[in-house]
C-alpha cells in the first residue's frame, strides 16, 4: 500500500534534499577552482592577456564558491533550528546517541523513514530501504543476486 505524505512533512523533506544539492554544487565550484589553477601551469597558452584572463576566471569561480558556502550556511541554520523547534527532536536526538550517526543523517532517517510512515514489521523497513534480495530464477536454476538498489535514494 502507497502511504503518501502530507504537505508539511514533504516541505521538511525537501530541506535535506536541497543541502544535498548544495554540497554537490560546492564540490563542483571547488573542483573547477582547483582545475583552473592546475592548468594555469602547463596547458593554457601564456600570451597576452594571460593574467588578467586568469585572475578574472578565477575571481569568478571563487565567488561562486563563496555564495554557495554562504546558502549552504543558511540551510543548515535552518535545519539546527527546525530540529530544535519541531516535535521530532527526541527521535533526531535518539538517532544521534548511535555511534555514527549525526544531526545530518539522524535528520533524513526521521524525515525519510520514521517520521509519517508506519511500519509494521522489519520487513517493511528494509523494502524501504532497498536491503532486500534480489530473486534470479530459471527453470531449476534459483538463486539470490545480492541487495537490490530499489529504495529511498536518500536513505
Known sequence: ???????????????????????????????????????????????????ARLKAGLIREWERLQGVQAQLRALERELGVLIESTGRTQAVRSLMMLTGVGWVGAWVLVMELFGWRELANRRQLASLAGLVPTPYSSGHLARDQGISKAGNRQV
Not at 536541497?18 to 563542483?28: M, N, P
Open 1 to 51: 500500500m502507497v502511504r503518501v505524505p502530507d504537505r508539511s512533512w514533504e516541505d521538511l523533506r525537501q530541506l535535506h534534499r536541497e543541502r544535498e544539492d548544495l554540497l554537490a554544487d560546492r564540490t563542483h565550484h571547488r573542483n573547477r577552482l582547483s582545475s583552473k589553477l592546475v592548468a594555469q601551469g602547463v596547458r593554457l597558452p601564456i600570451g597576452k592577456g594571460f593574467v
